[in-house]
Structures are given as C-alpha cells and as structure tokens.
C-alpha cells in the first residue's frame, strides 16, 4: 500500500495522513495575469499566461480576498544570518507546511507518495513547469542536486535525505517523476522539506538549476569556466560554484520563488525582489500570482533605523527585527501615524534566556564542576526570574525551565518546566555547600575540586540586548552566592566559532522546540545539532565528526532514542519516543532556563491585505511563508497614501 498525498496533505509524520478538498480547479482559458506582464505578451517579450503556468498549478485560496496586482512590499533585512528574506520571498519548496502548522502539503511537487514503511518515497512533479527565465524545471534539476550532494567539496547531503545507514539515493522514473530510497525509513522527510535554515534547507533539491549551475562545474564545463572563476575574483571552481549558488548574492540566478532577486546583497542598502513571469501557482479565480509587483528589504545594520521607518510607516509588513519586548510599546503609540496594525505570532519558543553548561569542557576540573547536576540546579535556585522579567522583558513573560511549552501538551513535561525555577538564595548556598563546593576563597568565591575559585565565563550574543540585560543580571545572581562569574560579550560569529570549537563555559541561547518543533530540533534536550553547547563533542560523535567524545550512557540511550524515532511511521510512537527522550533530560537537567514569552507580535501596513491575525512563529515553521505571501495585496494595488 502507498500513502498518496495528492489533493491532501501529508500529516506530521508517515502514515499519519489526512485528507482535505482542494480549492476549485481553474481552467487555462481563465487565466489572468498582472497588467505589466500582459504588456510584455502584446509586445512579444514573453509568452502568454498559460504557456508559463504548468499543466497543473497550484491553487491558493487567499485568507481574506481574492487581491488585486501592484505595489511594493516594504520590509528590512540585515546582512549578518538574515532569515527574514528566506522566510518571505525565499519559501517555495517541494512541500509546504500548511498554514496552521498542522501538517504538510505538495508544493513544486504535484504529488507525493510514500511505502508503508516510509523508505521509499515518489515525487510526481509540475508537468510544465519553468525557471524564473523559462526554462523547463524537470527531474534533471533534482538529479544535478543529486551529483552535488554527493560531491565531498560541495554541499553536503541535507539532514532530511540522511539516516544512520546513509543518505537517500535519488532516481529517475520520467522526465516529472523521481524517488528517493532510504536504507532505513525515514518517517521525518516531508517534514525536513518543509524547513527553513540558512544552510541546506528544505528547497536543497530545488536549489540548483542545472541548465545554469552547470557552468560553473568541472565536470560539465571544461571550456570556460577558468575564465568564469577569474572574473568572479575567486581561486577555486568550489569556491564560484558555492558563490553562485547563493541567490542573495547573485541576481542572475534563476529561481522557482514567487520574486526573482534582482539586487542582491552587496549592491548597495537595500535588497529587491521582482516579480516572477513564471510563477506556478494561481489564487481561486484564476489570477497568476504574485499579486504585489516586488518586494524591498531596507538593509541595515542597526534595527533601530527599521523602527523609525515603521513609526513612519514605511514599513508595510515585518515580523523581524523590531518586534521585541521593548519596541511593542512604542510600536502601539504610532499605530494611527504610521497606518498599520499588530498581528500576533504564536510563542513556540522553549525559552527566550537558556544557560547551556558546556559538560564535555576541555578543562577536567571545570568539566568535572559543570557535570554536577547540583550545581547547576543551585545555579537556577540562584535567579531571581522575576525580576528579570520585569526590568528586561518588561513584565511580558513567565518563569520557565527550558520546556515544551504546556500548549503542546502531547510532549509537556512537567518535571522539565517547573523543576529549581523557585528564587532562593538559602537554598541555592546549601545546595553548593552539599555538593562539595563549600569552601571560598579571601574574597568568597567557592573553589573547586583543584582548591582554585570556580570562573565561569558566560558568552553572550552582541547583536541582541535582552541576552546581554539577562546575563549581567544572572551573572550577578551568580556572584552573590560566591561564583566567579563574568560575561563575555562577543558578536555572534564569534560565540558560533567558539561554541563549535568547544572553547566556552556558558553560553546563553534562545531555544526553539516549545511548540511541534521539538519533533524537529530537540536540541536543547538531545544533542542532535550543532546549537546543543552542553556537549558539543557528544553531537560530534552521533555525526561521526572530528572532535567527537562518546557521551555518557543517558545521552547515548537519548541518541538511539532519537534515531528510532526518526526511523517510526506511527505517530503515537514517536510521541511516546519523544517523551522518553524529554524525560532523560528531565532527569539530567542540562540547562538552566529562565523565561518564556506570553505573546509575539508582527506589525502590517491597513492597506496590506490577506495577512492572517495569527502566524505559528516557531523559526522550524518559517513565519511568514507558509501563509503564503504570493497572495498578500495592497488596497487599489498600492501602498501609498
């Protein structure tokens, strides 16, 4: 039997399959398109409506309206780990989360489906569908994607195309129809497709036209491509395959996306995005998406700039950069001056604050600190949460361990959330005491297992303040019950570098994984990616990378726990996997969390429609794109006035 995913979706994981109608097909001889790309057809620029949309497009039904053509999307970017663009002009992969984060559901692919035991999966794609320059998109592309994957100096494979027995293998069936097979299943593929990240996200397979990647590979290209690596000012044919990959940095590459990028980053302070002439998708009546002509991002290197913008109301919609805790307030008090209205993103974070204590430390005596369960525990009686939330996240927020969140009650652990999260100092001395450390120093600072004073240096992020209030505040909680602790405040690369190099004590981190998102990245309980800086070396050695330590027996079993998972079709399975794994981390409590929002918001232009009041906004749902921004549109096709 195969679990077809055609008109339906597919559900959280294999074998959990729901169905739903789809919206109303629409006859070719119906199709619009916007009045600019008419005038290119009447001129002979471009081909009519319906030779560029696939035999089958995708329908989207818009929140509100059917919308209307014209107008620029006005938003803001920064250079440094950009996502937003991703996530709103970059989210077109083979399948999409729905809106309500309920599932998933074809998108460049027309249909999928799946074995029973989730090892084999078929790929029908869009019979007619083409590049941003009108090329054909076919299983060319996806077999080119392939090649690279599987080259050792090129993109590696994808998290979701790889299992504990090696990565999926990809072949053709037709020109529109392809598989892939695993060794083991992989029950979490759809749902790794459905991701955005800033690596290899869920449009790896898409992210390589052959037809123009070819060029700049050596095993396709022996004529020019010495003269292509010259020009690009680049040494190797890795290095300019790599650069020509990026579609942020180069306009010239053709892409599936509803906008082309056509002013990259680099080429000066904004980033812009066209329209596609070949976009494949349609709203309900008919209309080739996407309504809104072009999208521009403000790029900036201080969000205070994007503040002053939205005050001014140029900034039509954003939920990024500027919509923290201490700019609600003043985003609220310009609402009627800058024309726009609040719409809520949906907390899914685990906690906003986390202190990861780095328990595979290069140092044996600070290792051997940091592996004591109760010192961290007394460490967490020691902050006064509270008060942090008052003074840093001005009251809006909840004391918290780092959690599911009690919304997602299928994987809600009591233990994990509420366990040391009362403020007492007695009982943090006492806990210190007990655990061996209860001999200080002349200026009082506990020594330890080496009769030195205990130094813990906490790394913090520069680029977001909250982490900083938050650590000069725990840092001094900290002090008071006699650690040496200081923050080290240092830009972001940098406390990656470190943190991969397994060089920190402490680092503060704000976790995802509150909401259905612990089902993708656990990583604030189970060492399965590069962000778990409590044992860096332990996710070395589930990878098999250098640097690797074999972790403990209860992080072991928690690593088994998760390949099998991974490797499970039934969904109440994998719930009961998954509640095991959080129970080991109960068990262990390998961090100290400190607070978790109540509410998120995101700000939108009055004259921008079909934006939903409530966005998911986990980082692994990719807020805004799933709610489709194709369909957004301005009143009268404009954003003026």
């Given amino acids: 039997m195969m679990l077809r995913f055609r008109s339906g979706l597919f559900?959280?994981?294999?074998?959990?399959?729901?169905?739903?109608?789809?919206?109303?097909?629409?006859?070719?001889?119906?199709?619009?398109?916007?009045?600019?790309?008419?005038?290119?057809?009447?001129?002979?620029?471009?081909?009519?409506?319906?030779?560029?949309?696939?035999?089958?497009?995708?329908?989207?039904?818009?929140?509100?309206s059917v919308g209307v053509y014209g107008g620029t999307w006005r938003t803001g970017a920064r250079e440094s780990a950009e996502t937003w663009t991703l996530r709103t002009v970059g989210y077109d992969h083979m399948v999409h989360w729905l809106p309500d984060w309920s599932g998933v559901v074809p998108n460049i692919a027309e249909s999928v489906e799946a074995n029973d035991d989730a090892t084999v999966y078929t790929f029908t794609l869009r019979d007619g569908m083409r590049w941003s320059d009108g090329e054909p998109f076919d299983v060319d592309d996806i077999?080119?994607?392939?090649?690279?994957?599987?080259?050792?100096?090129?993109?590696?494979?994808?998290?979701?195309?790889?299992?504990?027995?090696?990565?999926?293998?990809?072949?053709?069936?037709?020109?529109?129809?392809?598989?892939?097979?695993?060794?083991?299943?992989?029950?979490?593929?759809?749902?790794?497709?459905?991701?955005?990240?800033?690596?290899?996200?869920?449009?790896?397979?898409?992210?390589?036209?052959?037809?123009?990647?070819?060029?700049?590979?050596?095993?396709?290209?022996?004529?020019?491509?010495?003269?292509?690596i010259a020009d690009a000012g680049v040494s190797t044919w890795q290095e300019l395959f790599t650069l020509r990959t990026d579609l942020w940095l180069n306009g010239g590459k053709p892409t599936l996306n509803a906008w082309i990028v056509t002013t990259p980053f680099g080429e000066g302070t904004r980033v812009i995005a066209?329209?596609?002439?070949?976009?494949?998708?349609?709203?309900?009546?008919?209309?080739?998406?996407?309504?809104?002509?072009?999208?521009?991002?403000?790029?900036?290197?201080?969000?205070?700039?994007?503040?002053?913008?939205?005050?001014?109301?140029?900034?039509?919609?954003?939920?990024?950069?500027?919509?923290?805790?201490?700019?609600?307030?003043?985003?609220?008090?310009?609402?009627?001056?800058?024309?726009?209205?609040?719409?809520?993103?949906?907390?899914?974070?685990?906690?906003?604050?986390?202190?990861?204590?780095?328990?595979?430390?290069?140092?044996?005596?600070?290792?051997?600190?940091?592996?004591?369960?109760?010192?961290?525990?007394?460490?967490?009686?020691?902050?006064?949460?509270?008060?942090?939330?008052?003074?840093?996240?001005?009251?809006?927020?909840?004391?918290?361990?780092?959690?599911?969140?009690?919304?997602?009650?299928?994987?809600?652990?009591?233990?994990?959330?509420?366990?040391?999260?009362?403020?007492?100092?007695?009982?943090?001395?006492?806990?210190?005491?007990?655990?061996?450390?209860?001999?200080?120093?002349?200026?009082?600072?506990?020594?330890?297992?080496?009769?030195?004073?205990?130094?813990?240096?906490?790394?913090?992020?520069?680029?977001?303040?909250?982490?900083?209030?938050?650590?000069?505040?725990?840092?001094?909680?900290?002090?008071?019950?006699g650690i040496d602790a200081r923050m080290d405040v240092v830009e972001r690369s940098l406390v990656r570098q470190r943190k991969n190099a397994n060089e920190h004590d402490v680092i503060i981190e704000d976790f995802p994984g509150g909401n259905f998102d612990a089902y993708l990245r656990p990583t604030p309980w189970v060492p399965i990616h590069h962000n778990a800086a409590y044992g860096i070396p332990w996710f070395y050695w589930w990878q098999g990378n250098e640097g690797a330590e074999e972790p403990p027996a209860h992080v072991v079993r928690?690593?088994?726990?998760?390949?099998?998972?991974?490797?499970?079709?039934d969904q109440d399975q994998r719930a009961e996997l998954m509640r095991e794994m959080l129970q080991i981390a109960a068990d262990s409590f390998y961090t100290i969390g400190v607070v978790v929002p109540l509410s998120n918001y995101g700000i939108v232009s009055n004259r921008m429609h079909n934006v939903p009041d409530r966005i998911e906004g986990s980082y692994w749902f990719a807020p805004p794109g799933p709610t489709n921004p194709p369909t957004y549109y301005f009143v009268d096709g404009t954003n003026d006035g």
């Fill in 143 to 228: 077999l080119f994607a392939y090649e690279v994957f599987q080259h050792e100096d090129l993109a590696d494979f994808p998290a979701y195309l790889r299992t504990g027995e090696g990565p999926g293998v990809i072949e053709r069936v037709d020109d529109h129809t392809f598989t892939i097979t695993f060794p083991v299943p992989n029950a979490g593929l759809l749902t790794g497709m459905a991701q955005v990240t800033t690596a290899i996200g869920g449009d790896a397979l898409t992210l390589y036209p052959e037809h123009y990647m070819r060029q700049f590979h050596t095993d396709h290209n022996t004529d020019t491509l010495d003269e292509l």
């Fill in 274 to 481: 066209e329209r596609n002439p070949y976009y494949w998708k349609v709203d309900s009546a008919g209309n080739q998406l996407p309504y809104i002509d072009r999208v521009v991002f403000e790029v900036v290197q201080d969000p205070e700039v994007l503040l002053l913008k939205a005050i001014a109301g140029e900034i039509d919609m954003t939920a990024s950069h500027i919509n923290t805790v201490e700019n609600r307030a003043v985003l609220f008090d310009n609402m009627d001056r800058g024309n726009y209205d609040f719409f809520e993103v949906t907390p899914s974070d685990a906690n906003l604050a986390t202190y990861s204590f780095n328990q595979a430390h290069r140092d044996p005596v600070l290792r051997e600190v940091l592996q004591n369960h109760d010192f961290r525990a007394a460490l967490s009686h020691a902050i006064d949460r509270q008060e942090i939330i008052d003074l840093v996240f001005i009251g809006q927020g909840t004391p918290a361990q780092t959690a599911v969140l009690p919304g997602f009650p299928e994987l809600y652990n009591e233990q994990l959330a509420t366990q040391y999260l009362e403020y007492d100092v007695d009982r943090a001395n006492e806990m210190l005491d007990a655990a061996g450390f209860a001999d200080r120093d002349a200026d009082g600072h506990r020594l330890g297992p080496d009769g030195n004073p205990i130094r813990l240096s906490v790394l913090t992020r520069s680029d977001k303040q909250f982490m900083v209030d938050t650590t000069e505040m725990v840092v001094g909680y900290w002090q008071d019950v």
């Fill in 11 to 64: 559900g959280l994981a294999a074998g959990a399959l729901l169905m739903m109608a789809s919206p109303t097909a629409v006859l070719a001889q119906d199709y619009s398109e916007a009045p600019a790309l008419s005038a290119l057809v009447a001129a002979g620029d471009l081909p009519p409506v319906d030779e560029r949309l696939p035999v089958n497009p995708r329908v989207l039904e818009p929140v509100d």
């Fill in 558 to 569: 928690q690593l088994e726990l998760w390949d099998q998972m991974n490797a499970t079709v």
